[in-house]
């Protein structure tokens, strides 16, 4: 199998607005550099019709033109047809100024981006290397928190904050799994990996570019295997995991999260078994979703809450006003909006190691669910590829206080869209089996 990698570094001016508090938040330096990382896989080094390649971002996410745009353009230098590239957000809040319901786009940015994107692309395309594929799961425990908690009511709501001591118990497990697939060269030389973590990228605070802790990851690997090494962080299913211990008050810091990882990473490359990589398989396809819509109850009672600047807001639900706001928001643009989305759902086969492509935020039941359905396979999953398309939570939590629930445009599909976005991804993977 041939492989090819290439990373850049992307840091955005300062100054611009980061994404992902739902608040404006200009930059105001740089903590750790931010990158768009490639990799490309190959079963020659001459034909790339047959070739699968990837780029992750350090966004916190992007959407499906700015994804098309990446795979149009590196298509046309690489000859990697567009349907075998993707694009994957690493999901931190201290990325690059894609824009959000409040915060500014910076379209010139983001523009230059995709070519910088695309170029990665390219670039590992025509660097090429024979190369042996390995695969280990290792284990990073005490690291994320299921972030969604009931309470002595029986409600359940996320990240309790001032109800910590109503707390009870938090809702359902975590995913501490870390799945490895490592490229070693013909020398013995491990030359890139990808390495799959599922916790909120939102670890690290304040007004800086950081990449989080996958930042922290690449830096301590660069350490072991040299600087050419590239390490291709991949965010699994991690819509209701995050850092924070609120019961345990052992709430980790990004720099420790990332040093831990990267040994557990060392120690999963040090004893992976070889893949038998003697051919590459590539299936894509979408899925058509509902969207949800406000009642004209819940917008009357919005506007009249908004309107009222000494309303207070029942303390289980996140971001007080701003969530009604947000719903506003999304209502004023779905009136004009068709009423179904389509999100792109994407797998690469090398035989029986199977690379799951997904757009979103999904909860760690859903990769639970494709792992069990592949349980004889080794199955390594990003989340936030190919297209943004926010929150998919267990349906059970709907009607909850939990905030990936609470309709806005981040969280605007149907109870049962994340089963639907999940069972075509192992439709699409047992078409190999």
Not at 269 to 291: C, F, H, M, T, Y
Not at 378 to 392: D, P, Q, W
Not at 405 to 423: A, K, V
């Amino acid at each position: 199998m041939y492989v090819g990698v290439y990373e850049r570094e992307i840091t955005p001016p300062i100054g611009c607005d980061m994404p992902g508090y739902y608040c404006e938040r200009l930059s105001t330096g740089v903590l750790d550099k931010l990158y768009c990382k490639a990799v490309v896989i190959s079963e020659s080094a001459e034909n790339s019709e047959n070739a699968a390649a990837m780029v992750v971002v350090d966004a916190v996410e992007l959407n499906r033109e700015f994804c098309r745009a990446v795979a149009k353009r590196a298509s046309e230098f690489s000859g990697i047809p567009t349907e075998n590239i993707s694009v994957t957000a690493t999901h931190t809040h201290l990325g690059v100024p894609s824009g959000d319901a409040v915060s500014k786009r910076d379209d010139e940015y983001m523009a230059l981006l995709v070519k910088y994107c695309a170029d990665a692309i390219y670039e590992a395309s025509e660097n090429l290397t024979d190369c042996d594929v390995y695969f280990g799961i290792g284990k990073a425990e005490g690291l994320c928190f299921n972030r969604d908690y009931v309470l002595k009511d029986g409600t359940v709501c996320t990240n309790p904050g001032a109800l910590k001591n109503e707390i009870v118990k938090s809702y359902s497990g975590v995913n501490d799994a870390v799945p490895v697939v490592s490229f070693k060269d013909k020398k013995g030389n491990v030359i890139a990996a990808l390495i799959e973590y599922a916790c909120h990228q939102d670890c690290v605070g304040g007004l800086k570019y950081s990449g989080d802790y996958s930042s922290i990851l690449s830096c301590e690997l660069k350490k072991v295997y040299g600087g050419d090494f590239v390490s291709v962080y991949l965010p699994g299913a991690a819509g209701d995991l995050n850092n924070v211990d609120y019961i345990g008050n052992k709430t980790p810091d990004y720099v420790t999260m990332g040093k831990i990882l990267a040994k557990e990473t060392e120690r999963v490359i040090s004893e992976s078994e070889k893949v038998n990589a003697e051919n590459i398989k590539l299936k894509s396809d979408s899925v058509k979703l509902k969207i949800r819509r406000a009642s004209k109850e819940q917008k009357e009672y919005a506007e009249k809450v908004l309107s009222d600047p000494d309303f207070k807001l029942d303390k289980r639900i996140m971001l007080d006003k701003t969530i009604l706001w947000l719903l506003l928001e999304f209502e004023k643009k779905a009136e004009t909006n068709p009423d179904f989305e389509e999100l792109p759902v994407k797998i690469i086969a090398i035989n029986d190691l199977y690379i799951f492509l997904l757009p979103g935020e999904l909860y760690h039941q859903f990769e639970d669910k494709i792992r069990e359905s592949f349980k004889d396979k080794k199955v390594i999953l990003a989340e936030l590829s190919n297209s943004e398309g926010g929150y998919f939570p267990v349906p059970e939590l709907f009607g909850t206080f939990a905030y990936p629930t609470q309709l806005c445009q981040g969280s605007r599909f149907t109870p049962e869209s994340g089963d639907i976005l999940t069972d075509k991804a192992i439709e699409l993977g047992k078409v190999f089996k």
